[in-house]
């Protein structure tokens, strides 16, 4: 079994900045840099939604509403996947979950692993 247990979120002033972390643990036929992982998000009342991912190769994908403001990256030899969220706004308020799948994707159910999630707050 995979666990993910997400660190890092709080609460930010509009314009600041926040630094995630994943870490993954767990024993299947699969190392942690053989997964793909992503980040997604789930505002109130609202769907979880993609926000980044990073394929095991190190390609890199943004939902347009991030691009230009979030960077993924991993880290193997920490097994751990970052999340460094900068130009923070309102609407970036959520519970971020990072996921664990065999490929990028900005699907939810490709991803077979889901932590908890870790919560984010921007203030006005």
């Known amino acids: 079994q995979v666990q993910l247990v997400e660190s890092g979120g709080g609460l930010v002033q509009a314009g600041g900045s926040l630094r995630l972390s994943c870490v993954y643990s767990?024993?299947?036929?699969?190392?942690?840099?053989?997964?793909?992982m992503a980040w997604f998000r789930e505002a109130p009342g609202k769907e979880r939604e993609f926000a980044a991912a990073?394929?095991?190769?190190?390609?890199?994908y943004y939902a347009n509403s991030v691009k230009g403001r979030f960077t993924i990256s991993r880290d193997n030899a920490k097994n751990t996947v970052y999340l460094q969220m900068n130009s923070l706004k309102p609407e970036d308020t959520a519970v971020y979950h990072c996921?664990?799948?065999?490929?990028?994707?900005?699907?939810?159910?490709?991803?077979?692993?889901w932590g908890q999630g870790t919560q984010v707050t921007v203030s006005s």
């Open positions: 767990g024993r299947t036929f699969r190392t942690f840099s053989m997964y793909a």
């Open positions: 996921a664990a799948g065999e490929s990028p994707s900005r699907l939810r159910y490709m991803y077979q692993y």
């Open positions: 990073i394929s095991s190769g190190g390609d890199t």
